[in-house]
C-alpha cells in the first residue's frame, strides 16, 4: 500500500486525499448556499434535495445523525461488496456532510442538504489507495447510473490529460481516464478536488483530465466577500489558498480552508460529531453538492449522456462569482481565472 506516492500510472498507482486538518469556516455562506430563494432552501427545515452523491472515498459513516446514507460498497475488497457504510479515516465522512448534511439545526448543513448519498470506499483506513480501486469504484456507479448522479473524488495522484479517454486505437494507455470517461458517457457528474501540491493541475489526475469539474480552493474566515477576514494558515482572507493547485485544468474554486463538517465520533455527544479540516478536498463537495442541487431542479430534462454533463458543467459556470468582481478573491498564479462557486443563482 503506497503511502503519499503518486508519481506511477500504472493500473496500481498510489492515491492519496486531497486534505490537512484545520480550523473552521463559513463556507455555506460564502457560496450562498444560504440564500433561502436559492435551490438549497437552508430554513432549518429538513426538505431533502432530491439527488444522489457517491462518495468516493475512505468511506462514509452510515449511523452519522446529520447525513442521508443510503448504502455502501467497499472496493478496496474484490467485487466491490455491498457493505453497511462505515469510515475508520473520517475524511470521506466529512466530505459528504459538505456535500449533503441535513438542514435540521444539528450541526452543520451541506450544500444541497439531506441528498441520497452512497458511500464507496476507494481507500483504505489510512487515506490511500490503489488507482485499481478507484476504477472499480467508478465501474460500480457507471454500472448503477440510474440512481447515481454525481460523484465526489475529493483524491489524487501525480499524472496527465491522455488523448482519446486514455485509448489508443484498440490499447487501453489509460485504464482510470477510460472508466471516467464510461461513467460521464451514461450522464454522471464527476467533481474532483485539484490538489494541495501548489502547482499547475494538469500534473494531477484526475483533475487533470477535461471531463471531470476540477475545484481550487479559497482561503475564506468570516463568510463573506471583501478580503476583511482574519489571515488564514493559508494565506489571507479571499484569496486562493497557499496549497491549492491552479491552471487552466480548474474549472471552479470553493472554499476550502478551516471547513467544519461531520466526522465519526462520539454517538453520544452529537452535537460534538463534527471536525474542521483543510485542502482541495473541502473545496470539491462544495461544488458537487451544487451539481447535485442543479440535478434535483432540473431532473426533467436529465437524459444519460455526456451532453448532460456538459449542461450542469456551464450552469454552474454560468451563474459562478468572477475572480475579479467585488465578491471575487485574489491571489490566482496564472492567467486561467476559475470563478467562485455561487450556488444561489441557482
Not at 485542502?279 to 436529465?302: C, E, F, I, Q, W
Amino acid at each position: 500500500m503506497p503511502r503519499e506516492r503518486s508519481e506511477s500510472r500504472g493500473q496500481n498507482s498510489g492515491r492519496r486525499l486531497q486534505a490537512a486538518t484545520l480550523p473552521q469556516s463559513r463556507a455555506i455562506n460564502r457560496v450562498n448556499a444560504d440564500v433561502r430563494t436559492g435551490a438549497a432552501k437552508i430554513d432549518g427545515i429538513d426538505d431533502r434535495v432530491i439527488a444522489e452523491i457517491a462518495i468516493l472515498d475512505t468511506g462514509v459513516d452510515g449511523k452519522h445523525y446529520d447525513l442521508n446514507v443510503v448504502g455502501g460498497v467497499n472496493c478496496t475488497k474484490s467485487g466491490c461488496p455491498s457493505v453497511t457504510p462505515i469510515d475508520k479515516n473520517g475524511h470521506g465522512t466529512h466530505v459528504a456532510g459538505t456535500a449533503a448534511a441535513k438542514d435540521n439545526n444539528k450541526g452543520p448543513v451541506g450544500v444541497a442538504p439531506g441528498a441520497r448519498l452512497r458511500s464507496v470506499k476507494v481507500l483504505a483506513d489510512n487515506g490511500t489507495g490503489w488507482t485499481s480501486w478507484i476504477i472499480a469504484g467508478i465501474n460500480y456507479v457507471t454500472a448503477n447510473a440510474d440512481r447515481i448522479d454525481v460523484v465526489n473524488m475529493s483524491l489524487g495522484g501525480s499524472g496527465s490529460d491522455t488523448a482519446n479517454c486514455g485509448v489508443n486505437g484498440t490499447t487501453v494507455v489509460d485504464p482510470f481516464h477510460k472508466a471516467i470517461c464510461d461513467s460521464v458517457a451514461k450522464g454522471i457528474v464527476y467533481v474532483v478536488a485539484a490538489g494541495n501540491e501548489d502547482k499547475d493541475a494538469s500534473t494531477s489526475t484526475p483533475a487533470a483530465y477535461p471531463e471531470v469539474i476540477a475545484v481550487s480552493a479559497l482561503a475564506d474566515s468570516d463568510g463573506f466577500p471583501g478580503g476583511n477576514g482574519v489571515a488564514t494558515s493559508y494565506g489571507n482572507d479571499d484569496t486562493l489558498a497557499s496549497f491549492s493547485n491552479f491552471g487552466s485544468k480548474v474549472a471552479i474554486a470553493a472554499p476550502g480552508v478551516s471547513i467544519y463538517s461531520t466526522f465519526p465520533g462520539d454517538r453520544k455527544a452529537p452535537q460534538g460529531y463534527c471536525a474542521e479540516m483543510s485542502g482541495t478536498s473541502m473545496a470539491s463537495p462544495h461544488v458537487a453538492g451544487g451539481a447535485a442541487l442543479y440535478v434535483a431542479k432540473n431532473r426533467g430534462s436529465k437524459t444519460m449522456n455526456k451532453a448532460w454533463v456538459a449542461t450542469v458543467r456551464s450552469a454552474l459556470l454560468s451563474v459562478a462569482t468572477p475572480q475579479g468582481s467585488p465578491y471575487g478573491f485574489t491571489g490566482d498564479p496564472d492567467d486561467s481565472h476559475e470563478p467562485l462557486l455561487n450556488v444561489g443563482e441557482l
